[in-house]
């Protein structure tokens, strides 16, 4: 290493404390502002994977609303009125989010007018669909009707 320093606990810092040598819980490691920001870049996806990965991302992803709130505002642009019955009746972010994420994302495949030559209910995609209220459909029919 010439003329380069090593971090102060060098290697040692970015090891496992079991002795298996594997990379080190960074979330344990960085102040809670930082792991937050470093959550913050993920999907929605990719946020619920992380908060799997373990007991302490679970508790950092969790109790962060903030992470939670970025991605429902998002969803918001298509499921406003659903996100604020949700918010009106309590709800916390992440379950708000939870609940209107994939009716969001069916709900602007239609609005976008993916659907729109579709021949028969059997040529929908299956795994595409999601269950909606009345007002929901009335919403796609009007987008339908001003194309």
Same mark, same amino acid.
């Given at each position: 290493? &010439? ?6 606990? @060098?290697?040692? !810092?970015?090891?496992? @404390?079991?002795? @298996?040598?594997? /990379?080190?819980?960074?979330?344990? !490691? +960085? /102040? /809670?502002?930082?792991?937050? #920001?470093?959550?913050? &870049?993920?999907?929605?996806?990719? +946020?619920? $994977?992380?908060?799997? =990965? ?13 992470? %939670? #709130?970025? $991605? ?8 406003? #009125?659903?996100? &604020? ?10 379950? =708000?989010?939870? #609940? ?9 495949? %239609? ?10 209910? =059997? ?12 007002? =929901? %459909? @009335?919403?796609? !029919? ?6």
């Amino acid at each position: 290493m &010439d003329g380069e320093r090593a971090a102060p606990g @060098g290697p040692a !810092l970015l090891r496992s @404390g079991r002795g @298996g040598g594997g /990379p080190a819980d960074f979330v344990a !490691l +960085l /102040p /809670p502002e930082v792991s937050s #920001r470093i959550f913050s &870049d993920l999907d929605v996806e990719s +946020l619920c $994977h992380a908060s799997a =990965t373990c007991k302490g991302w679970h508790r950092v992803i969790e109790g962060n609303d903030r992470l %939670w #709130r970025h $991605h429902c505002l998002s969803v918001r642009a298509v499921c406003q #009125r659903e996100i &604020d019955c949700d918010r009106g009746n309590g709800y916390s972010w992440k379950i =708000t989010l939870l #609940r209107n994420y994939w009716k969001s994302k069916v709900k602007q495949e %239609w609005l976008s007018g993916k659907y729109s030559n579709i021949p028969s209910q =059997t040529s929908l995609p299956e795994k595409s669909m999601y269950p909606m209220d009345v007002d =929901t %459909w @009335g919403e796609i !029919l009007e987008a339908e009707l001003e194309r």
